[in-house]
Antibody, heavy 123, light 110 residues
Framework: DVHLVESGGGLVQPGGSLRLSCAAS????????MNWVRQAPGKGLQWVSIISDDGVATYYADSVKGRFTISRDNSKNTVYLQMNSLRAEDTAVYFC????????????????WGQGTPVTVSS | QSVLTQSPSASGTPGQRVTISCSGS????????VNWYQQLPGRAPKVLIYSNDQRPSGVPDRFSGSKSGTSASLAISGLQSEDEAEYYC???????????FGTGTKVTVL
């Protein structure tokens, strides 16, 4: 069975940093792109970032570009999200999601999701 | 502010058919596939429809998707109480160079 387990969330002050981790199991991790998606309290889903299977290609939502960095360690079956210069509007539950599709990122869909880790940015 | 617009809510009685629409533009739905996700209260999202009209294994055939031009639709036929959830459309946006979700539609079973 596929499992995605996020960790690293918590309370951080504005301007602070956090690193989220997502440990994957049940599939060949190095064959699939991975994503981070967030959901602010009572709000809809917002895609944050994607990283290719080999870690070479990354894309970000405009709202986090320059502040967040996605990375992966295929030897540890883990994807990370380094979040710097955090703002109150970054408060959300952060989900990692496995991508599946034809190979073009435009054709991807997210077939497995973790349960999420909450991040609160507040003084 | 999402670039994919959905009606905020939809409802029906058990057994009825409900349709949810998703309106986009040439840079997203008009040029890329659409996927649909279901999010039950307090749960992680789950893919319902991928590549416009494909159902993953395990998803009942009561759920169907379609796309035309810059819009897409999700239909739920034979509505059941367990279908009460939030539904999101999603697609890659070539102009934003990123993935975008719709605003979400809450389906209520009366």
């Amino acid at each position: 069975d596929v499992h995605l387990v996020e960790s690293g969330g918590g309370l951080v002050q504005p301007g602070g940093s956090l690193r989220l981790s997502c440990a994957a199991s049940g599939f060949t991790f190095s064959n699939y792109a991975m994503n981070w998606v967030r959901q602010a309290p009572g709000k809809g889903l917002q895609w944050v970032s994607i990283i290719s299977d080999d870690g070479v290609a990354t894309y970000y939502a405009d709202s986090v570009k320059g502040r967040f960095t996605i990375s992966r360690d295929n030897s540890k079956n883990t994807v990370y999200l380094q979040m710097n210069s955090l703002r109150a509007e970054d408060t959300a539950v952060y989900f990692c999601a496995k991508a599946r599709g034809s190979g073009r990122h435009e054709d991807y869909y997210f077939d497995y999701w973790g349960q999420g880790t909450p991040v609160t940015v507040s003084s | 502010q999402s670039v994919l617009t959905q009606s905020p809510s939809a409802s029906g009685t058990p057994g009825q058919r409900v349709t949810i629409s998703c309106s986009g533009s040439s840079s997203n739905i008009g040029s890329n596939i659409v996927n649909w996700y279901q999010q039950l209260p307090g749960r992680a999202p789950k893919v319902l429809i991928y590549s416009n009209d494909q159902r993953p294994s395990g998803v009942p055939d009561r759920f169907s998707g379609s796309k035309s031009g810059t819009s897409a639709s999700l239909a739920i036929s034979g509505l059941q109480s367990e279908d009460e959830a939030e539904y999101y459309c999603a697609a890659w946006d070539d102009r934003l160079n990123g993935y975008v979700f719709g605003t979400g539609t809450k389906v209520t079973v009366l």
